[in-house]
């Protein structure tokens, strides 16, 4: 996991749409930046319900919520559509931002082991700087706990 205090390293990918989205294009907004394993799994979902519910309130604070998984465009495009997810969604099936950020891990279900993105969010303040990183995140909670600590950062 990159450090609080250390540069967001920027990346360009495509979005649900195809269209190409780069952290730097949020330069003067904060940025949750959110990796998660899988469109349309439970706790994936969960979590991405919980961003959308919130949707609201981040962007009141100038704050611009991106999800960012190794999916497909399209699988982005069709879950956000189901969801009605009102961020964006970031395709990474080449790895390049889920390397970068350092959330490419071996991991262990049920004695076995394989590699995955694990669930982990960073608040990437105006500048590009990473202001908080949050391992191992739960799905259900992770919203609301960003909204908590940008309510206390303002």
Not at 103 to 121: A, D, F, N, P, Q
């Amino acid at each position: 996991m990159l450090e609080a205090g250390t540069k967001a390293p920027d990346f360009t990918l495509k979005d649900k749409d195809g269209n190409e989205v780069s952290l730097s294009d949020f330069a003067g907004k904060k940025v949750v930046l959110y990796f998660y394993p899988k469109d349309n799994t439970p706790g994936c979902t969960r979590q991405a319900n919980a961003f959308a519910a919130s949707y609201e309130k981040f962007n009141q604070m100038n704050t611009a919520v991106i999800g960012v998984s190794k999916d497909s465009a399209e699988s982005h495009r069709k879950f956000a559509d189901k969801h009605k997810l009102p961020f964006i969604l970031l395709s990474d099936p080449e790895l390049k931002a889920i390397q970068a950020y350092d959330v490419w891990k071996e991991k262990k279900l049920y004695g076995k082991v394989s590699m995955g993105v694990v669930r982990s969010t960073y608040i990437i303040d105006e500048n590009g700087v990473i202001e908080k990183a949050m391992p191992k995140v739960k799905p259900d909670t992770n919203a609301e706990e960003i909204l908590e600590y940008l309510k206390g950062a303002e």
